[in-house]
C-alpha cells in the first residue's frame, strides 16, 4: 500500500531518532518515496550522513545550502508530500506545532503541507502524562493530526510504554491501513471534466488590472477529487500561485475573461461534466491604453463594459448528458441570488458562497458552502477545509451523473 507514496519523515531531537532509521528502511523496503526533515537538536542524535544513504535523498534541515545558496520550499515539500509523519516528536515540537511556531524547516513545512499529519510522540513518560503534554496532543488532534500514542502496539518485553515512541513496524502497519482506508475508488474512470478555477485580470494598460482576490485553492482540490476518482481534468486556470502535478489533469493557463470563454468554449463540447469555480470578472475596460496611464490633474475615469458569461454560453450548448455546476459569490440575498443565477444559466446545481467578515472565502484554507439543486433541493454544509469541500462537490456531481438516463 505505500508503493510509490510520497513520505515527508520528520525527526526532532529525541534519543528516539535512531528508531527513524530503522522506519525510514522499511519506508524504502515498501517502495515509498521519502524526504527526510531533520530539525537542528534532531542532527545530534543522528546523522544526515546516515539518513541519505538510506533515503538516497538530501537531508533537508535548514531553508538555505550554506554552500550555494540553494532554497528549500516549505511550500513546494507540502505539495509534495502524500503524507507527513514526524517521528519522533518531541515535547518541545508538540508545544510548537499547537501553538503554530515555525522556526524550523520542519515546522514551517507542517504548517504548509495539504497531506494527512502522522505524530509519533517520543518522551520519558512523565513529560508525556504532563497536562501541558496532553493538552498539546489533543489540540493537534482536533486540527485532524493522527497522533499515535506510545505503546499502543505490544513492545518485545510484553510491556506498554507511556512516552516511549511506537515501534517502526506498527508505524508503517498504521500507514498501510490509513492508506488502504482511504483509497479512492476510481468511480469516475472515462469521465472528462471541466473546471475553471482562479480570477481573471482585464488589463487597463501594460501595468494595472482589474481583477478579484481569488486564490483558486477551491478549483485546484476539485480537479484534485476528481482526478483521485480517475477522471480526466481539463483545468482552466487564472492567474493562481497554485501548483498541481498530476497525468490526469491537462493545465491551461489563461489571464483574461475572454480568455477562459474562448478556452471553455473550446473544451467544454468534449466534457461529461464542467465545474465553474472561477471568479470571473465581470467586468473589463472598455477602452485599453497600450501605454502607462500617466497621473494627471484631474481624476482618471475608466469606462467598463460587460465580459461575455461563460456559464450562460455553456448552459445554452449543455447537452441533456452534461452536467453544469456553478458558483455564487453573494453578499445580499444570497439564496435568492444563486437560485435565480442557477436557474438562468440553466446549471445542474450550484454552489452557494456567503461572503462576511465571518465567512472569508477568497484566500481562505476552509468555507462554509451550500449546495442547491435545480429541484430546490438545498444541503447545507458547516465550515470545512476546502479539500473536504472538494469532496462534497464531487460528491454531488456523481450523484448527477447516476441520474442521467443516457451515456455520454
Not at 540553494?70 to 508530500?81: C, E, M
Not at 510504554?161 to 482511504?182: A, H, S, T, Y
Not at 486564490?215 to 482552466?236: Q, Y
Request: charged residues 25%; proline residues 4%.
Amino acid at each position: 500500500m505505500l508503493k510509490g507514496k510520497k513520505i515527508i519523515l520528520g525527526i526532532t531531537g529525541s534519543i528516539a531518532a535512531y528508531k527513524a532509521a530503522y522506519l525510514l528502511r522499511l519506508f524504502k523496503k515498501e517502495e515509498a518515496e521519502v524526504q527526510i526533515l531533520i530539525t537542528p537538536s534532531g542532527k545530534e542524535f543522528i546523522t544526515p550522513a546516515t539518513l541519505y544513504a538510506l533515503s538516497g535523498r538530501p537531508v533537508l534541515g535548514t531553508f538555505f545550502e550554506t554552500n550555494d545558496g540553494t532554497w528549500h520550499s516549505h511550500v513546494d515539500l507540502g505539495l509534495w508530500a502524500d503524507v507527513m509523519i514526524i517521528a519522533p516528536a518531541t515535547a518541545n515540537t508538540l508545544a510548537k506545532m499547537a501553538m503554530g511556531i515555525c522556526d524550523n524547516l520542519l515546522l514551517t513545512t507542517y504548517l504548509s503541507v495539504r497531506c494527512p499529519i502522522f505524530i509519533a510522540p517520543a518522551m520519558d513518560s512523565d513529560m508525556f502524562l504532563h497536562p501541558a503534554s496532553q493538552n498539546n496532543i489533543s489540540l493537534l488532534k482536533e486540527r485532524g493530526c493522527t497522533v499515535i500514542e506510545p505503546g499502543t502496539g505490544v513492545l518485545a518485553s510484553g510491556l506498554h510504554g507511556k512516552g516511549r515512541m511506537e515501534e517502526p513496524e506498527v508505524i508503517v502497519e498504521k500507514l498501510k491501513d490509513f492508506f488502504k482506508n482511504n483509497e479512492k475508488k476510481k468511480t469516475l474512470e472515462g469521465m472528462r471534466v471541466l473546471v475553471t478555477a482562479g480570477p481573471t485580470f482585464e488589463n487597463i494598460d501594460p501595468v494595472r488590472y482589474i481583477g478579484n482576490y481569488s486564490s483558486g485553492k477551491t478549483g485546484f482540490a476539485i480537479a484534485e477529487e476528481l482526478a483521485a476518482r480517475g477522471a480526466f481534468v481539463e483545468l482552466i486556470a487564472g492567474p493562481v500561485n497554485q501548483n498541481i502535478d498530476n497525468k490526469l489533469i491537462n493545465r491551461t493557463n489563461v489571464i483574461s475573461a475572454d480568455n477562459m470563454y474562448k478556452a471553455s468554449l473550446e473544451k467544454f463540447p468534449k466534457c461529461n461534466a464542467a465545474i465553474l469555480t472561477a471568479a470571473v470578472s465581470d467586468f473589463k475596460p472598455a477602452h485599453y491604453s497600450s501605454q502607462k496611464i500617466k497621473r494627471e490633474n484631474n481624476n482618471l475615469i475608466v469606462e467598463l463594459k460587460e465580459n461575455k458569461d461563460i456559464a450562460a454560453k455553456l448552459g445554452s450548448i449543455k447537452k441533456p448528458n452534461q452536467i453544469l455546476v456553478g458558483f455564487a459569490l453573494e453578499t445580499e440575498k444570497a439564496e435568492l441570488n444563486a437560485v435565480k443565477k442557477l436557474k438562468e444559466k440553466n446549471l445542474d446545481f450550484i454552489i452557494l458562497n456567503s461572503l462576511s467578515k465571518q465567512n472569508k472565502c477568497f484566500g481562505e484554507d476552509d468555507n462554509k458552502i451550500t449546495i442547491i439543486d435545480n429541484e430546490n433541493k438545498k444541503q447545507e454544509f458547516p465550515f470545512k477545509c476546502k479539500k473536504e469541500i472538494a469532496i462534497d462537490i464531487v460528491n454531488e456531481l456523481e450523484n448527477n451523473f447516476d441520474k442521467l438516463k443516457c451515456p455520454f
